[in-house]
């Protein structure tokens, strides 16, 4: 054993490795010293505990280190090529950010703003006009205000204007959200008392009206973005639950859900509430989500009634519940880019997905293909026609005819071959069917293409080498 601990190399001498300096210079010295300790301290415990050891070179030991530290300082969020056809896709971050938008944000982030200064008036200002006058514009009402996402939404608009009141609410709309947050739990913690109305298939006008009393504070709509139920069903339309809001001097709120500013063609005949339309009908709050169809950052923006939304920005909630300046500066981009419907489409990813021609999808596929068997002669790859899917707790029941290829490998099972995928330093996501790897091109970003070919190409190689 003595002999053992004696040949391990001293770290002293380990440090003057030629090799130890560079990655000094990258990682730091103190940082690069302990994991060099460590790695020689496992070496030795090996030694006292009696287990069989080869003592490492001097070249292996550094080369450990390296890979170390290497995990150690990489961040866990990382890039990620998506391929599985999912446009909004929750895990992995949602809505890509346009180029305005990011352009916004590094804005933001490397200098001083006026965030919360007013320019004209040379005095404190509020953060939430960066993005209010837009929001106006874009809905036509009369105020609005920005907060973390749409569930802090519900939660502040419940918490302003009817804490220790009831509200009204179908129980078909009692939906749950991404990672098991319940809109019914949202609404307790708010401290609104839930008064479900209706059944799960059906609720009519009369449901909620036979349920108001004195002490109903509020009348509120769920939009069920995240599922469908289709048969015996009856629900009560927005222009209804106005109405009755009015005769009872109510206030009407509605959480509509994904954002969808567009009342054009962009998704066909499918049912997604339009904001503007529902604005322009007086409805006093509605609510929606900024990461969703509307293509920009996560944010809960609530539109409405000045004498609404007014309170709920003096709620000391407000404050826990509020912004920062990037995600103000790029959904304040995002939404500039809104004020032409066509330049929209084509500067925000989301929409740009949404709405791109299967023509143009399948031309980027068999180029792909070309490319990469040019580099794999013999590799089993072909186009296929998809569906894509819009996700995010957006049009649950939506399929779009998209176009991608798909791919078996020679020597390694399918599901080995996409855990190597998924282990790439620029992980690669895809799907599996049928015993193929399918590749959706909808959700590849053009600038991602290449990246796509080549760790594809150096996984097949890898593959057909160690299979």
Same mark, same amino acid.
């Given at each position: ?21 560079? =990655? ?62 999912? #446009? ?220 609404? #939304? ?18 103000? !500066? ?54 296929? !026609?998809?569906? !894509? ?47 193929? #790897?399918?590749?959706? =091109? ?26």
């Amino acid at each position: 054993m003595e002999q053992l601990l004696r040949k391990i190399p001293k770290i002293d001498l380990l440090m003057k490795h030629s090799e130890f300096g560079k =990655m000094a210079e990258i990682y730091g010295k103190e940082s690069l010293k302990e994991a060099l300790r460590e790695v020689v301290n496992e070496i030795r415990e090996k030694i006292k505990n009696g287990e069989p050891v080869v003592i490492p070179e001097v070249e292996e030991i550094i080369k450990e280190t390296e890979m170390r530290i290497r995990e150690r300082t990489t961040p866990t969020l990382r890039k990620v090529i998506n391929a599985t056809g999912i #446009i909004i896709h929750t895990n992995l971050g949602r809505s890509i950010l346009s180029k305005k938008a990011i352009q916004s944000v590094i804005m933001a982030s490397s200098g001083y703003t006026n965030l919360e200064y007013d320019l004209k008036e040379g005095k404190r200002g509020e953060r939430y006009v960066h993005c209010s006058e837009i929001l106006r514009k874009l809905t036509e009402a009369e105020d609005a205000l920005i907060v973390n996402n749409n569930a802090a939404a519900v939660y502040l608009v419940l918490n302003t204007l009817a804490y220790e009141k009831e509200v009204i609410v179908s129980r078909g709309e009692l939906v749950e959200i991404g990672g098991s947050f319940r809109i019914p739990d949202v609404m307790k913690k708010s401290g609104a008392i839930i008064k479900e109305v209706g059944t799960t298939n059906r609720t009519y006008l009369k449901d909620y009206e036979e349920a108001i009393t004195e002490k109903t504070g509020l009348i509120m709509k769920v939009h069920t973005s995240n599922f469908v139920i289709k048969g015996f069903t009856h629900d009560v339309k927005t222009d209804e639950l106005l109405l009755l809001s009015r005769k009872y001097g109510l206030p009407f709120y509605y959480d509509a859900g994904s954002g969808l500013l567009f009342s054009s063609d962009i998704l066909g005949e499918r049912n997604e509430p339009h904001v503007k339309s529902e604005s322009k009908k007086g409805i006093d709050l509605i609510s929606f989500s900024g990461d969703k169809l509307l293509g920009g950052p996560q944010a809960g923006i609530i539109v409405g009634k000045k004498e609404y #939304i007014q309170p709920m920005k003096k709620n000391p909630l407000l404050r826990a519940l509020r912004p920062d300046k990037l995600t103000l !500066s790029a959904l304040e981009a995002t939404l500039l880019s809104y004020l032409d419907e066509e330049k929209a489409k084509s500067e925000i990813p989301t929409l740009k997905m949404l709405t791109c021609e299967i023509s143009y999808l399948k031309k980027r596929t068999l180029k792909l293909i070309r490319n990469v068997k040019k580099r794999c002669p013999d590799v089993d790859i072909v186009p296929q !026609s998809l569906f !894509s899917e819009v996700g995010g707790g957006s049009l649950p029941d939506a399929k779009i005819p998209s176009f991608g290829f798909s791919f078996r490998p020679r020597k390694l099972s399918v599901s080995r071959f996409e855990e190597l995928l998924r282990n790439l330093p620029v992980p690669i996501i895809a799907r599996i069917e049928k015993e193929r #790897i399918l590749f959706d =091109m909808r959700t590849v970003p053009e600038g991602d293409e290449e990246m796509l070919i080549s760790e594809l190409v150096n996984t097949i190689k890898k593959s057909d080498l160690d299979g």
